[in-house]
Structure formats: C-alpha cells, structure tokens
C-alpha cells in the first residue's frame, strides 16, 4: 500500500520561500509510471494543481504559478518537494502531495494527509 | 475562478439518484477522455471516485458512475445513502501547457 506523508513548516513569513516535502513508502518513485505532484486547497476553497515531476526529474507546473514554483525529487530518499517562493497569505492552504498516473494526468489515486500552511507574519 | 464549472450544491433523499455536471472547454474535457471524480470529506484528503471518464477504481462503489457528452462530463451518484455527503471534484487533464485543471467543488447533502 503506498503512503504519502507531508512535512515541513506549517508557518511561513510573507515574502519568504515555502518548503515542503513528501515521503513516499510503500513503493519506489524510481519504478516509474507516475506522476509525483503537489496540490493545494485554499481554506474552505477548491483544488489547485501546483504542478508534478517525473522520477527522471522532469517538471511540469501550473502556469499561474510557475515563475514561483519549484519542484525536485530525490529518489535516494524516495521523496519529493515543492518549493514556492515570495509566498503571500493567498499562499496560505492545505498542501497535498499525491500519486498521478503518468497516462492520465488528471488521475491521482493516493494522497497525503495533507499539512496547512499558514503565511503570516 | 476554476477551469471546469461545477455546481456549488446538490442534494438529494436517501435512495435518489443525483448527478454532479462538470462543464470544461475543447481545450480540456471536451478534448480528452481523461476525467476523473474525487470525493472529499471534511478534514480527510480526496479520494478518487471515478477515472478516465467512466472508470472505477477497485473498492469505490458500482453506485458511483462517470459519463461525458462534448464539453461536460457528469458524475451520478445512484442509491443516496448519508455517508455520500461531501464534496466533489471533477479534475481533467488540459494538454501540454495548462497540464491539469480542477472544478470549483460541488457539496452534495443528503437531506
């Protein structure tokens, strides 16, 4: 059974960078034949895709977010991590990582517990 | 403002039927049959319910059924019961530069 579990800081000052990273048991990113990606959810608002990286460390991002966003892997590890720069309080959400399916993009079939993060001086 | 538009509620008596519209542009849903549904309850992280339009994942229920006709794509839920009651998102892939696009979220009550 694959797990994903998210940590990082749950509080962020504006203007500075979000780090956040997810740990992934239960299978290798290495194996292949998925997507690693971040999700956000803005308190009591919708999904946003961030964006996914591929275990050969190809990215791919939101547009509307791109200039801020990155995203690695460390497939030593088996983890991945989301960086946002010049973070804002419209920045502030619950952060998911999740399992995309590499065929289908808009497939994502695990999911982290999720963690807030709170921008606030 | 989401890319896909969904119905901000729904609701529905124990033992009804109720579908959950999913409206994209040619760009997304209308171009590509990959669609998938995610139930969300509250404080727990989605699950998806339903992938490539129609498809269920093992362990989600056969009253939960996907369809899709030119720019829409439909969720029903058949047979209510009272653990239904969530949120639903509808999510489609948006070709190689938008990649991937969510629906605003629909909150179905089971009344």
């Known amino acids: 059974q694959v797990q994903l579990q998210e940590s990082g800081p749950g509080l962020v000052k504006p203007s500075q960078t979000l780090s956040l990273t997810c740990t992934v048991s239960g299978g290798s990113i290495s194996s292949g034949g998925y997507y690693w990606s971040w999700i956000r959810q803005h308190p009591g608002k919708g999904l946003e895709w961030i964006g996914y990286?591929?275990?050969?460390?190809?990215?791919y991002y939101n547009p509307s977010l791109k200039s801020r966003v990155t995203i690695s892997v460390d497939t030593s590890k088996n983890q991945f991590s989301l960086k946002l720069s010049s973070v804002t309080a419209a920045d502030t959400a619950v952060y998911y990582c999740?399992?995309?399916?590499?065929?289908?993009?808009?497939?994502?079939?695990?999911w982290g517990q999720g963690t807030l993060v709170t921008v606030s001086s | 403002q989401s890319a896909l538009t969904q119905p901000a509620s729904v609701s529905g008596s124990p033992g009804q039927s109720i579908t959950i519209s999913c409206t994209g542009t040619?760009?997304?849903?209308?171009?590509?049959?990959?669609v998938s549904w995610y139930q969300q309850h509250p404080g727990k992280a989605p699950k998806l319910m339903i992938y490539?339009?129609?498809k269920r994942p093992s362990g989600v229920s056969n009253r939960f059924s996907g369809s899709k006709s030119g720019n829409t794509a439909s969720l029903t839920i058949s047979g209510l019961q009272a653990e239904d009651e969530a949120d639903y998102y509808c999510c489609s892939y948006a070709g190689s530069s938008t990649y991937v696009v969510f629906g605003g979220g629909t909150k179905l009550t089971v009344l």
């Open positions: 040619s760009s997304d849903v209308g171009s590509y049959n990959l």
């Open positions: 490539e339009v129609s």
């Open positions: 999740a399992r995309g399916d590499y065929y289908d993009s808009s497939q994502f079939d695990y």
């Open positions: 990286i591929y275990y050969s460390g190809s990215t």
